[in-house]
């Protein structure tokens, strides 16, 4: 047996030892539940659900509502919206960036600029863009 227990096993020289707890579970297997009810029975029903393993959510106003999707830590500022939305459009249609630039005679580096905000998309590439990913050219402009 060796100094770190029974069930450590030696890779190489080197000792890994068994997970003592199960690692964070990916988000997409997290419900976020919300509930509509009598104030007097709200102790009562954060207990019930601390019982069954929920948690409350981290981020609340102060008069308890979730807060806005736009004044998330996971927005961007408006300016980068049109950025965002040409990343989401170009993997709905299942393209690489290689693929885009072939279809629209964009080089692919000014697509990846585009899709991180470090080059203005213009009116021009927005509707070969358009064109290429099925969307209005209006979305991929500078609100």
Same mark, same amino acid.
Request: charge should be positive; proline fraction near 8%.
């Given at each position: 047996m060796s100094r770190y227990g029974k069930n450590a =096993? *030696? *890779?190489y020289g080197l000792w890994r030892l068994p997970m003592r707890e199960p690692t964070a !579970?990916?988000?997409t297997d997290v419900?976020? #539940?919300t509930f509509v009810g009598p104030d007097a029975r709200v102790g009562q029903a954060r207990k019930a659900m601390r019982v069954l393993g929920f948690k &409350?959510? &981290?981020k609340r106003q102060a008069d308890g509502t979730a807060i806005p999707w736009r004044e998330s830590r996971h927005f !961007?500022?408006?300016e980068q919206l049109p950025a965002m939305l040409l990343? +989401?459009?170009r993997y709905r249609e299942g393209l690489t960036q290689t693929d885009l630039a072939e279809q629209t005679g964009i080089h692919r580096r000014h697509i990846s600029e585009m899709e991180n905000g470090k080059r203005p998309? +213009? !009116?021009t590439n927005a509707r070969k863009l358009a064109e290429a990913l099925n969307i209005d050219p209006r979305r991929l #402009? =500078?609100?």
């Open positions: =096993t *030696a *890779a !579970k990916h988000p419900a976020v #539940l &409350e959510a &981290e !961007k500022p408006a990343v +989401g459009a998309i +213009g !009116k #402009l =500078t609100i």
